[in-house]
């Protein structure tokens, strides 16, 4: 029975710390069978709660779930290897969850997990592949013809396009004639024409393309492709940069341009919503490596 009403949430406070559910138990029992029916990706949260939350808050009852708990939780995680961004979504998923049960009645209020935050990501730089490894990144990429994932890739590497772009972008956004194809800006909400050279152009002339079907990139049964990351996960590790992340082919385009005398200026032209500090830094860091790399040579 789900509790609604201002009565249900006050009865509901006088469950006895004793008698609280414990999380593997709310998920079981009241969570999944609620996502189930009211949202697409719950498939997602199930493997998501089996892999990374229950085995470690799974048997705590909902009301001793604290800030503390959440955090010393999320640093498990960190330790066991686990990415920034997989552990960020790990704290909102689990978060949520507990939201659920305080909306239900289930749990009293959201005092104990309130303040929790996730921690700061630490800086990184972006990677910058040099010319040499971004033939040898095209050469795997060209491995896998039948993948939709891995040309969703080339043509971010071709482009500099964002991921949301590129696999939110459809056949009637390509202009061929005039070169350019045209996205919604992630930030503006307005339209952007990204500029197609010759090699983007002779591969999207190749692209199949499916009767009915309006996007670029599809799965197999014809929907919009949304997830590649554990494709380019595979792919990253053939090419031996298990730390590449796909932003960093973005920074990768544009420091070729840079290379080539685009402006600043001209940069947030081509490439819409982009930070060219993120860029300088990263250029910055390259030359350092390259400097120390030098010196230890010569010293030996």
């Not at 604290?66 to 790990?90: H, N, P, V």
């Not at 973005?250 to 840079?258: I, K, M, Q, S, Y």
């Not at 250029?283 to 350092?288: A, I, L, N, P, S």
Request: net charge positive; aromatic share 12%.
């Amino acid at each position: 029975m789900a509790y609604k009403t201002r009565g249900d949430l006050a009865a509901a406070s006088n469950i006895t710390r004793s008698e609280a559910p414990l999380l593997c138990d709310f998920v079981e029992e009241r969570y999944l069978p609620f996502v189930r029916q009211n949202k697409r990706s719950w498939k997602v949260d199930q493997g998501n709660l089996e892999r990374h939350v229950l085995p470690y808050l799974g048997s705590y009852r909902l009301p001793d779930i604290t800030a503390g708990t959440l955090l010393a939780w999320i640093d498990a995680l960190e330790q066991s290897g686990l990415s920034y961004s997989t552990c960020f979504r790990q704290f909102w998923l689990a978060k949520y969850v507990l939201n659920c049960a305080v909306h239900w009645g289930v749990l009293a209020s959201d005092a104990a997990f309130k303040s929790a935050g996730m921690p700061a990501r630490p800086g990184r730089s972006p990677v910058l592949l040099e010319l040499p490894e971004l033939v040898r990144l095209f050469d795997i990429l060209k491995k896998y013809p039948y993948w939709a994932s891995a040309n969703a890739i080339r043509l971010m590497l071709l482009t500099g396009a964002g991921k949301s772009e590129v696999l939110g972008a459809r056949w009637e956004d390509v202009d061929l004639a005039r070169g350019v194809l045209a996205v919604p800006a992630n930030f503006t909400g307005r339209r952007r024409l990204i500029p197609l050279n010759n090699e983007a152009q002779k591969f999207l002339e190749k692209l199949p393309r499916y009767k009915g079907v309006p996007w670029l990139f599809t799965t197999s049964s014809g929907t919009r492709l949304t997830y590649i990351t554990r494709d380019w996960y595979q792919i990253r590790d053939e090419f031996g940069h298990p730390e590449l992340r796909l932003q960093d082919l973005r920074h990768t385009f544009a420091n070729v341009l840079v290379s080539m005398g685009v402006s600043q200026s001209e940069l947030r032209t081509l490439l819409g919503h982009y930070k060219p500090g993120a860029l300088e830094l990263a250029r910055e860091v390259q030359r350092g490596e390259c400097f120390h790399k030098r010196f230890k040579e010569n010293r030996a």
